[in-house]
């Protein structure tokens, strides 16, 4: 049970004329609704499209999304609920917000509720009320980080989410989060298709670290990286300012290295970008420390920048953790290269001072910049055209520079990860000057 | 002679194997430098694909750029020259800064020169030293905007140009510049070919309006309409602050209304937002007087953005003037509607204020964000890549998510617009409410 | 009857021991509350001491603002009215917060009302409901500029303000605004006393040039010249990246310089400011013409930051013009001066090009940064102790680094401005390199 | 050995013609140079002038700082010497630069020496090169936190430093640093009046934490806590967007809560402001936990601001650790904190999440805001002012708003603190609400 087309497939038509529509007229210039049937392909190389040609093969391709002239709920008559899910990441207010103004302003639709911290809302237990949302309660709540609507982690009972879907009537539910959120939409979907309601789930995928597969871009992700790179620059004033100073930067990164690697090369000053894709070691003649010392001797200072989830190879193992999300805990790779480093230096007895640098949660908790603003907005915008037209259990995802639909499974489906042959590790690799390899073998 | 592979394909061959490659080997990860025929197509659409299969057109595809593995000048036989022109944008200074660290600290090439005040310094009348440039000379300029070389608008003796650039051995010569700047160089390229000269000539297209035919963004665009961004936020601030408060915020948009659009997008506090491509009546029941004074009617305040190029018809004809760039001088709508604000609400007596904002050289003058910091540097690495593997009269482009080569030529063809009827426009018409068509027939 | 404690002299007594007093207890540290006769010094250089102690003379002092320990208004009767007049200035919103949730949070008064519009929101033609504030309306109205209450300029009849206040029962209003909002605030004391009103009319000035004597600095203001600093640093990008590039800023100022003269000490990249504490000329050998081409020939590149009040005396006189608030408006000196430069330097040929740059609105409808935020929220909660306290008819001062109090009256005697043989003038000129006069005799 | 006038009074006279002198003439407004009898009153309440004029007390007063007519120093012989000591502040960079400029430009000093890594480049051993400093030079360096020369921690050979000085025939040294260096200077001083030696010692001091006593503020201090403002509005927005989120930031201050007062005064949005100059209390029913509990159940969200320099007493005692500057070590407060309020709310299960953040290195070392780097501006030119007219062993300070100097001894002698009586600390109370005293008895 997992297409987007769900709804109009089992349980009616969109037959209801879209607002949108009535703005348009005769005279006047109007635009091309989207249709059924468009696409964007995966694979925009013309290689990729010779191949196709020769051998037949359909090419993998998005459903584009858009407003559609016919959509399938009927404003007047439709409620909707919001949830917002996970850790924080910029972008979730104007996200929110934008949700409110499109369906009050370009739908008419009155009756929105948001959820409170989380699917805990949705979950008698946790008694948190429900949120009635207006364009005026939102009005400024976007020139803030964090969510308005508040957050939680972990999993709830699905059965009883749609216990509360159905009681309050809502006939749209818009899910803000990450991968865990997103299994637990499809779930609600799955539950409500098996109860044969008419209530669509809609996902907009919110990961900071800008890894679910398949979407090139996720919300948040740029105000991330360009708040890395003013502290990477702060970083490197304190490297810059002592005798042989090594800066190190922790940066978000569970099983990728995006921010890490957008940091280093927007800012030019790092040089060293250690992410999850790739293992190094510390000792040998090619490993991080002979690596760095020669940095030292060579420009007396160094700039590192690590993304969470790198190293942790280099932790003796041990049993994993979880955390409440089901997300594997690390290990703390930056406080472990600080100690690693002071004690190489300690014992070759060369001066050297390092100032570990740990943004944490100052990164998260901004507001979105004015493009990921932008972005957001679109996301919206689009989230609502699709659902309104009956969609469900999609994702808004972004791809060649259109926005498109995916399967909430297909997203979830596997991580994106760094290409380590590809063009941006190669330009990190460029913009640092460190060896691809800090391996001795 | 209009294609990027002239030198190669007339010259001599690319056949110094790349300094990149040396830094690789056998046993670990290399990266898959990029082969001549790689292309990304134009058209992402599987409409499109279908269309092509079925008729076997061969669709629109643009050169991939990136490292080569064998390249046509020999790095330490290299001498380079840099040169910026027109208008100020943000993040001229991060091109010129990756443009000087690629060829020193990847290609290992040292003389590099830098040419003050444009083409102006290309020519022995106007007496402008050469600048040797270095990393070191370099390092803090991005911090700035502006541009470290200087700049001047205007033409200047091509023949002249390419005398200079023989008595300064110069063998790469990159151009900084907008429109007329790169017909100056593709002019200076086929004056090279004419002397049957070495010497590659590679463009960075630069234009803060985003207007550069079959690119998809160009550098310091971002930039520019996140301080718009700010500057609306400000404006939004003095229209709600007042009865009847009216903000008209003039922005950059010559030709198009890229800027004004997307600041409406990240801001969303816009209601109007009037670009070149439509046009609008001031009068009449649908005329942009009466929606204005609906909205005031309404909300007690409205926010204005207007596109310099917007509403060039309601001037009454007279002799068209340009610049010295050959650009045509536009009258000045901002001020121009601001008297007609006032015209119109002073004659029906309702009280009002209006606050007119035009930001002007306060956004092209600022430094790159971090992101269009990031864009400009991989501009340059590529730039870098393409004129050492031979490519000449090339700009370099970004299309579908990859970093492309185009002729000149081409990118200079006409200009990129607004598609009225498509996707951006209609986002704008979804977050401002204002009419798709303000004309009264 | 000017004197701050009209109230307590003359109609009652401040004997409500103050809410902030039952915080404290024995055997806890407590806070000093203020004495009535503390005051702080004008004039604390030592010879002023030694002055004063051998002729006997008293030296200047002003009332020192604080808690009292008790207050003369009894919070649970309590209702208290909010205005904002004027032109807008960072910090606005920041007060109105801090005075409602002092208000409310510190003194325990419950009806607070937000008059709308300025003095209008007083008199019943304008119709202009008013608003019952409350700390979460006021929550987030802080990250944006502007006055959540709108402002409106001009003067309205007293005797109705009086009576509407009376009508709604009002028995604090506080009067956030200029010169001319506080000679209305006064006005509207005096009508309170001859009616024998219990009503306290407290001051917070504002004005961002800075120009209220015996205050000083004002809120408001170092947000404005710190927006003025990233402007000029931009300006001077421009003026750097042409050949003999010129950028000329015009700043806020109409009758002092202190935006123009701080702006220039932060950025030190100012190379003539122009105030209009001093004429100054345009030709002759002195004259501003002669050393701005001198500045040219030596370094290519010019800065200029012009007061909008500075030069007044260049321009042929007129009849003068007064705007809403019966400020003298001035003839534009930026664009004058542009002119001006551009006639001297056509008519002599040397190549230039000058950029003119006139942030207006841009800077005042900023939000407060970090430290005027501070402010403003210090001169809030010293107004609420001083209103409450019964103290009226005042405005909160700042001298010698205390908060102060001082009747309406002497605040608005006169107008502070730059005294140009006083330190910080010397300092500009050290900053500049300017000469000390531009004038031939 | 300790006034600053020791070298007019022992080793020659100021009788050199001030250059800025020249500047003016008999037809021009002349700047009053400042006399050497001029001081500033420490003291500018009305009751203190009343009990020295009644008691015939000598009320204490500093040193007025600013240009003197005839100066010690003969631009044209003087060598001038600048080193940076100590942790980074932000603003180190505009002092160097206008210290560089100011000699420059308005003495004509033309040798100015860099010294590298703070006190080490005075100390042969560790072959730190001299920099020979130009106004070119240093044009960008205020644009990056940090120091383009370098720092370092700890105490060198006094004796040594003097050879070194003597060697590089330096006349006057310029040393920014906090405490410790201004000791170092201090003693420099001392070892060059042992050996009769024309050499003037100035200190700039340099503390971010604003505990200078006698100093009213320090640079870099507001650019501190207004970063410090940003960060605890995105902590706000942790703490806001979790049931029962308790964000917790800890702020430098190892001695004082200047950063941690003034950031919550500026933000308004902290709930716990934790200082070194309070004692608390973890348990009963008035001790941390208890109040921070009611305030979750009363607002579910609490923002706690944490002093490093805080709680100490806490700790179990054991040993103190300095560092190489000799400072006390201080117990992580902060990490402290946060694993005791999470046994708690395990200990008693209520459901909340604790956000810890520790922005150490972000702040220090961002380049300084524009009030900051006018501040930085104005005391570099008074340095340059006094050292050049033959004052020594002396700091620039800042006290009743103007610049003074204080014998380096006297700024050292003790720590500046908060009152916990004072305004200040009563402005924190009232904006956060927090009880005056968290100790049960």
């Given amino acids: 049970m997992s297409y987007t087309d769900y709804l109009v497939k089992n349980l009616g038509k969109a037959n209801v004329v879209s607002p949108l529509k009535q703005g348009a007229s005769i005279d006047r210039p109007v635009y091309k609704f989207v249709e059924d049937n468009e696409r964007i392909l995966y694979d925009a190389s013309l290689d990729h499209f010779n191949h196709c040609k020769e051998t037949g093969e359909v090419p993998i391709s998005f459903e584009k999304a858009g407003p559609k002239e016919n959509i399938f709920f009927e404003p007047a008559k439709t409620k909707v609920a919001i949830v917002t899910c996970g850790g924080l990441c910029p972008g979730v207010n104007n996200v929110i917000r934008s949700l409110v103004n499109q369906l009050h302003y370009r739908y008419g639709i009155n009756r929105i509720l948001g959820i409170r911290y989380g699917y805990e809302g949705l979950v008698s237990k946790y008694n948190h009320p429900v949120i009635e949302m207006t364009s005026r309660m939102v009005r400024d709540i976007h020139l803030s980080g964090g969510t308005f609507l508040g957050t939680s982690r972990g999993h709830q009972d699905v059965?009883?989410?749609?216990?509360?879907?159905?009681?309050?009537?809502?006939?749209?539910?818009?899910?803000i989060g990450g991968d865990g959120t997103l299994r637990g939409a499809h779930a609600i979907h799955e539950e409500i298709a098996k109860r044969n309601l008419k209530i669509a789930v809609a996902g907009i995928p919110k990961t900071i670290d800008n890894d679910i597969d398949l979407i090139q871009k996720s919300f948040g992700f740029e105000t991330?990286?360009?708040?890395?790179?003013?502290?990477?620059?702060?970083a490197h004033n304190e490297a810059f300012s002592a005798n042989n100073g090594v800066a190190l930067v922790k940066l978000m990164g569970r099983d990728s290295g995006f921010i890490a690697a957008s940091a280093a090369l927007a800012i030019q000053?790092?040089?060293?970008?250690?992410?999850?894709?790739?293992?190094?070691?510390?000792?040998?003649?090619?490993?991080?420390?002979?690596?760095?010392?020669?940095?030292?001797?060579?420009?007396?200072?160094?700039?590192?920048?690590?993304a969470e989830g790198a190293g942790q190879d280099l932790f003796e193992s041990s049993e994993t953790e979880l955390d409440a999300s089901g997300n594997i805990k690390h290990k703390d790779i930056g406080l472990f290269l600080k100690e690693k480093i002071k004690e190489e230096f300690n014992s070759i007895g060369i001066p050297y001072t390092i100032k570990y640098i740990d943004p944490s949660y100052i990164i998260r908790s901004a507001p979105a910049n004015p493009n990921d603003s932008k972005f957001c907005n679109l996301l919206a915008q689009n989230a609502v055209h699709a659902a309104l037209s009956g969609k469900t259990d999609f994702v808004v995802g972004y791809w060649?520079?259109?926005?498109?639909?995916?399967?909430?499974?297909?997203?979830?489906?596997?991580?994106?990860?760094?290409?380590?042959?590809?063009?941006?590790?190669?330009?990190?690799?460029e913009a640092t000057g460190q060896p691809i390899s800090m391996k001795n073998s």
Avoid: Q, Y
Avoid at 159 to 175: A, H
Avoid at 410 to 424: Q, T
């Fill in 269 to 306: 000053e790092v040089n060293f970008v250690l992410i999850p894709e790739i293992s190094f070691e510390l000792h040998g003649p090619k490993g991080f420390m002979n690596v760095l010392r020669k940095r030292l001797d060579d420009r007396h200072h160094a700039v590192i920048v690590v």
């Fill in 224 to 234: 991330a990286f360009s708040i890395a790179n003013d502290i990477i620059r702060n």
């Fill in 159 to 175: 059965s009883e989410m749609v216990d509360t879907l159905e009681i309050l009537n809502v006939n749209i539910l818009f899910c």
């Fill in 400 to 429: 060649n520079d259109g926005f498109t639909l995916l399967p909430i499974s297909m997203a979830v489906a596997k991580r994106k990860k760094i290409d380590v042959k590809g063009e941006l590790w190669w330009n990190v690799l």
